[in-house]
């Protein structure tokens, strides 16, 4: 590895937009996130509720399967 062509690695306290605060290594003094684990909905778990159905696919679905849905509870 050549000595003197690569950034320096600083270890940086960064702050979502949300107000979590994460500590990582950068090569920027400080920088701001939009958006982060604690607060993507995909890490909290809400993207289940935010299926969106245009056509009726999902209803088609369940009319579809709603013996076998029945069945198992």
Do not use: W
Not at 1 to 11: A, D, S, V
Not at 12 to 24: I, R
């Amino acid at each position: 590895m050549k000595q003197g062509i690569h950034p320096e690695l600083k270890l940086v306290t960064v702050k979502c937009a949300c107000g979590a605060e994460h500590t990582l290594y950068t090569t920027v003094d400080n920088f701001r996130l939009e958006v982060c684990s604690k607060c993507h909905p995909f890490y909290k778990g809400d993207m289940g509720s935010q299926i969106i159905d245009t056509e009726g696919r999902v209803q088609k679905f369940k009319n579809r399967y709603k013996d076998f849905f029945e069945n198992e509870n």
